[in-house]
C-alpha cells in the first residue's frame, strides 16, 4: 500500500494498526473524530476529519507522511 492509498482507505472509513520503530500505532475514528493513537500508553491525538489527520498529527515531530518510508503496515 502507499501513503495516497492509506489516506483513500481511512477517509472511506477503514482503521489501521501501524508500527514506526517497532511501536505500535493506531489510525481509528468514531462519530466525533479521528485519532492517532499510540498503543504502549494510549497516548491520542484527536482531529475532526482524516484530512486534518493526515495534515496536524505527528509522531516524534514529523507527520505520517514524512515517516512512511518507515513506517510498517
Known amino acids: 500500500m502507499d501513503y495516497q492509498e492509506l489516506v483513500t482507505r481511512v477517509n472511506s472509513g477503514e482503521e489501521f494498526q501501524f508500527y514506526y520503530k517497532k511501536e505500535e500505532y493506531w ?4 462519530k466525533e473524530g479521528y485519532y492517532l493513537t499510540r498503543g504502549k500508553d494510549s497516548y491520542y491525538q484527536s482531529f475532526l476529519s482524516a484530512n486534518a489527520l493526515f ?3 505527528r509522531i516524534d515531530g514529523k507527520s ?3 515517516l512512511w518510508k518507515e513506517i510498517e503496515i
Open 64 to 66: 505520517i507522511q514524512e
Open 27 to 30: 489510525i481509528s475514528m468514531n
Open 55 to 57: 495534515e496536524h498529527g
